[in-house]
């Protein structure tokens, strides 16, 4: 298995929607399934755009199993921290891809952006989304009554 990130492109977001249209995704997310690769295509334009203002960077990259895109990575970089944030078709879950494009992030993130410390946060009940921040070494740092809050040092 071949597991690769890249800088996500408007031409992407046809496998995107592939990608990312089961309902199961968004058990976990304040958003639901988009409505058809423009949708996509046009939050791909957004963010590429970056935010307006301040020091803040958006960084995101399609994840890629055997050279079919299965999800995205992003990152919002501000004064060398970066949160991190992932989101994966169910077709991959269990198998790895989301550990191996996660820490692929966290090295570019830390190589290219000069990132030293990474948060992450999840809702309480998504257990697979803890056990892999667990397994990425990230730390939990406090909880709320929804969300649990995770940091590491980005070595």
Known sequence: MSVAIAPWRPQDADALFAALSDPAIYTWLDED??????EIRARIERTLRGPRGGDE?????CVRRDG????????TVDHMQATLA????????????????CALT???LR?????????????TGNLR??????RLGFRETHRTTHEVFYARAAR
């Open 111 to 123: 190589a290219h952006h000069g990132v030293t410390r990474l948060l992450a946060d999840t809702e």
């Open 129 to 134: 989304s803890q056990g892999l921040l667990d």
């Open 106 to 108: 966290i090295d570019t």
């Open 33 to 38: 399934p988009p409505a058809d690769p423009a």
């Open 86 to 101: 992932y989101v994966l078709s169910p077709a991959v879950w269990g198998t790895g891809v989301a550990r191996t494009a």
């Open 57 to 61: 960077v958006w960084l995101n990259w």
């Open 68 to 75: 079919a895109v299965v999800g995205y990575t992003q990152a």
